[in-house]
């Protein structure tokens, strides 16, 4: 198993920038295709990017095409997600996962590790 821990999140002004981080332990981020996700109050929680574990492949949600960027340290066995320009309907609990698989997937219930969350607020 792998124990997953997001950190970075915080209140950011419309435009800033932020770098998420996914602390991993117990086994190494580079066997697990990663994701992250975000859940915004009374929303479903929705894919933003993936990165697969055999060819780092990234994927994206179109919302964040351009501004966001995963990628990981397989020595720090962190992944993280850049994030840019930062509007307000980025605000959300952003949550990083782990699946076995080698292809990034857009469903959540895809994933079988999740870390507890960190909370993004970005005013305007």
């Known amino acids: 198993q792998v124990q997953l821990v997001e950190s970075g999140g915080g209140l950011v002004q419309a435009g800033d920038s932020l770098r998420l981080s996914c602390s991993a332990s117990?086994?190494?981020?580079?066997?697990?295709?990663m994701g992250w996700f975000r859940q915004a109050p009374g929303q479903e929680r929705a894919f933003v990017a993936g990165?697969?574990?055999?060819?780092?492949?990234?994927d994206y949600a179109d919302s964040v095409k351009g501004r966001f960027t995963i990628s990981r340290d397989n020595v720090k066995n962190t992944v993280y997600l850049h994030m840019n320009s930062l509007n307000v309907d980025d605000t959300a609990v952003y949550f990083c996962a782990a699946r076995t698989g080698s292809v990034v997937i857009v469903a959540w219930r895809d994933y079988d590790y999740w870390g507890p969350g960190t909370q993004v607020t970005v005013s305007s």
């Open positions: 117990g086994r190494t981020v580079s066997r697990y295709t």
């Open positions: 990165i697969s574990w055999n060819d780092d492949n990234t």
